[in-house]
Antibody, heavy 124, light 107 residues
Framework: QLQLQESGPGLVKPSETLSLTCTVS??????????WGWIRQSPGKGLEWIGS???????YYNPSLKSRVAISVDTAKNQFSLKLSSVTAADTAMYYC????????????????WGLGTLVTVSS | DIQMTQSPSTLSASVGDRVTITCRAS??????LAWYQQKPGKAPKLLIY???TLESGVPSRFSGSGSGTEFTLTISSLQPDDFATYYCQQYYSSPPTFGQGTKLEIK
């Protein structure tokens, strides 16, 4: 059974960089069929797609966050990571990693396996 | 970005009821719509994709319909495990966007 697990600091100071890692078990991140993504959820903005990555390293970001986001993949460790720079209180949210089904017809994504999520609070 | 609007925001129902949740897109998304279920403290779970295709393992009491800009999620006979929050998500264009959620409560 595929499992995803987020890890990283739960508290980040304003203006600093949020860094999270997602470890995938029960399957290979190098599977040709899937992308891997980050989604966040906050009371104010609901569910928001941050971005997705293919095992080759190709990345796709939400334009609203693109200037501050970097997603990378480490196939040897079966992990992918998120960095979000210059964070503010508005970035306080539950962050989820998820396996992403990519639909080539429309360049669209659904999310079929999710991690448990990790709460990140931005505060000094 | 395509805006997704769900109604109602909250729905009170009883076990055994048939319930319907509506999701409207700000522009046509054909059938590129998914539905998720989220329980408190848990991650969302994919229920339906392509507007009406059930994800493997999802009970047949769940069904989805619609195309274009209007979609529905129907639960034919509510079970205690179904009380949760439901979200729609379009994947017709990037970025994928979600509705604000419909909380299904026990009456």
């Amino acid at each position: 059974q595929l499992q995803l697990q987020e890890s990283g600091p739960g508290l980040v100071k304003p203006s600093e960089t949020l860094s999270l890692t997602c470890t995938v078990s029960g399957g290979s991140i190098s599977s040709s069929s899937y992308y891997w993504g980050w989604i966040r959820q906050s009371p104010g903005k609901g569910l928001e797609w941050i971005g997705s990555i293919y095992h080759s390293g190709s990345t796709y970001y939400n334009p609203s966050l693109k200037s501050r986001v970097a997603i990378s993949v480490d196939t040897a460790k079966n992990q992918f990571s998120l960095k979000l720079s210059s964070v503010t209180a508005a970035d306080t949210a539950m962050y989820y990693c998820a396996r992403t089904e990519y639909y080539f017809d429309v360049s669209g994504y659904t999310f079929d396996y999710w991690g448990l999520g990790t709460l990140v609070t931005v505060s000094s | 970005d395509i805006q997704m609007t769900q109604s109602p925001s909250t729905l009170s129902a009883s076990v055994g009821d048939r319930v319907t949740i509506t999701c409207r897109a700000s522009q046509s998304i054909s059938s590129w719509l998914a539905w998720y279920q989220q329980k408190p403290g848990k991650a969302p779970k994919l229920l339906i994709y392509k507007a009406s295709t059930l994800e493997s393992g999802v009970p047949s009491r769940f069904s989805g319909s619609g195309s274009g800009t209007e979609f529905t999620l129907t639960i034919s006979s509510l079970q205690p495990d179904d009380f949760a929050t439901y979200y729609c998500q379009q994947y017709y264009s990037s970025p994928p966007t979600f509705g604000q959620g419909t909380k299904l409560e026990i009456k």
